[in-house]
């Protein structure tokens, strides 16, 4: 490549979500920052997520997605980062260094510190392996939105929704104002997933009802979705739901896609870049924050990651500093945990909270550390734990673990056997693949 092909900044920020624009707007001050963002407009999910709850925790007021989207970039943009929009990152093209698509033509950014913002995605219907026909109408709540709140197009009339966490709910509250009512809400869990207040008010406004300990076995219809067989995971009992839209909602997969060709460790529970406290990757000089990190969390918390990995950066470029720490696992039912390395002498995670995903419905967690097989530390949680959203754990749990000592694990007590059913069936549903 010749030299003049190639662009040099100090940061580069691939994603232009709510953790990509608040990392650029807080490091905005350090040199050049751009942020690169294949969509149309930065934003990220929230954009095109056109109902309240968004900006609690990081603007200290709630808002509706596409506000909120809007308020993190014109942040950015009055702090002087330069928005490179409808510009995809591809590949890389050497250490920081990135080959970058837009209809202007192909660029490759080299920069000084790389931060990976890409975010996460629900896994589509053919990842899930749903067998039966293949019609138009099977959707996820990314596409459902996208339909509805961007392209302003009619997505059906009967909708089954495929899950019942917070961003099923979501869903549901899109599909009505798509005009298209929710017939039903399935999960395979004994309650639906999401907060009591929230689950008893969707129900009450959306009449949704939730079938729970079910799942999807079969999509049928040709022109067009006509029905879903549901199995009861109890009786085995399958009926079929008349619908002409089915939604899938939830199990998460990061847009690990570049950190994956980078060459980056990935976190065998998340699937994204494996990380310390100061949101470090494997690769000197290239961080990570949000979704792609802790598949997934709210977008607040995915902005102030972004606002944490700041320091982080200005300390590469002041010394080199590298990923450090004790390494860090979950022990089922915990799914995943986030970071994956700490150092209980250094400064802690964003928020001074561990990140982690349960499989399980734990209404009074005891949280155990062992180090070792030593335990370190055990103390119980006043809020529970439960499958479809992430369940925080206080970062100052692990001040009794030996910074040079062996790998620390986190679990719940006696629930290290878990209910082996449950696995099973979040393996297939989950499906731990790539996709
Ligand atoms: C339906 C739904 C409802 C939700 N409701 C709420 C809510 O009420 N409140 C709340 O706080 N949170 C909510 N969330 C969660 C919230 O949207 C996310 O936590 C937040 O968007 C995460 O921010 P992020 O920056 O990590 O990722 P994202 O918002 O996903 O942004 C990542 C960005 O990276 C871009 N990108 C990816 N790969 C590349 C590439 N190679 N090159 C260039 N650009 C790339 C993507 O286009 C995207 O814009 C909801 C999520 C969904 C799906």
């Known amino acids: 490549m010749a030299e003049s092909d190639l662009r040099r900044v100090r940061v580069l920020v691939i994603g232009g979500g709510p953790s990509g624009l608040a990392a650029a707007t807080a490091l905005a001050d350090s040199g050049q920052v751009v942020v690169v963002e294949r969509e149309q407009w930065a934003g990220g999910i929230p954009r095109h997520s056109d109902h309240t709850g968004y900006g609690l925790r990081d603007l200290r007021r709630v808002m509706r997605g596409p506000a909120y989207a809007e308020t993190w970039r014109s942040r950015a943009l009055d702090a002087g980062v330069e928005l490179l929009e409808s510009t995809m990152a591809t590949e890389w093209a050497g250490d920081r260094t990135v080959r970058l698509t837009s209809p202007r033509g192909r660029t490759t950014i080299t920069a000084d510190a790389v931060v990976l913002a890409t975010g996460a995605r629900e896994r589509p219907r053919t990842a899930r392996r749903i067998p039966g026909d293949r019609p138009p109408g099977v959707l996820t709540t990314g596409q459902l939105q996208n339909l509805v709140h961007l392209q302003h197009a009619s997505v059906g009339n009967r909708a089954v929704v495929v899950g019942a966490e917070l961003v099923s709910w979501s869903a549901a509250l899109t599909l009505r104002e798509a005009g298209c009512r929710t017939v039903a809400m399935t999960t395979v869990h004994e309650k639906s997933e999401s907060y009591s207040a929230f689950r008893l008010a969707g129900r009450a406004a959306l009449r949704a009802p939730v079938l729970t300990r079910t799942e999807v076995v079969r999509i049928d219809g040709r022109e067009r979705v006509e029905s879903v067989l549901v199995r009861d ?53 290239v961080f990570a924050v949000g979704n792609l990190l802790h598949p997934v969390d709210t977008a607040d918390v995915a902005a102030l990651d972004g606002l ?65 097989g030593a335990l370190v530390t055990r103390r119980r949680l006043p809020w529970p734990a439960a499958p479809g959203r992430v369940f925080r754990i206080p970062a100052n749990v692990l001040d009794g673990v030996d910074p040079a000592g062996p790998p620390v694990e986190v679990s719940l007590a006696g629930r290290s056997s878990p209910d082996a059913g449950l696995l099973v069936r979040t393996a297939r549903q989950v499906g731990r693949t790539h996709q």
């Open 233 to 285: 995971l109890d009786t085995g009992a399958e009926r079929a739901l008349a619908c002409d839209t089915v939604v899938m909602t939830g199990d998460w997969i990061p847009d690990h896609e570049l950190a994956r060709s980078g060459g980056l460790d990935l976190d065998a529970g998340t699937l994204g870049p494996s990380v310390d406290a100061a949101l470090r990757t494997s690769a000197p000089g």
């Open 308 to 372: 944490h990995v700041a320091p982080a950066v200005l300390e590469w470029f002041a010394t080199g500093s590298t990923r450090s720490g004790v390494p860090l696992t979950a022990a089922a039912p915990l799914r995943w945990i986030a970071p994956q390395q700490v150092d209980p002498r250094g400064a802690g995670p964003a928020r001074d909270r561990l990140l982690t995903w349960c499989d399980a419905f734990v209404s009074l967690p005891v949280v155990e550390i062992h180090q070792g």
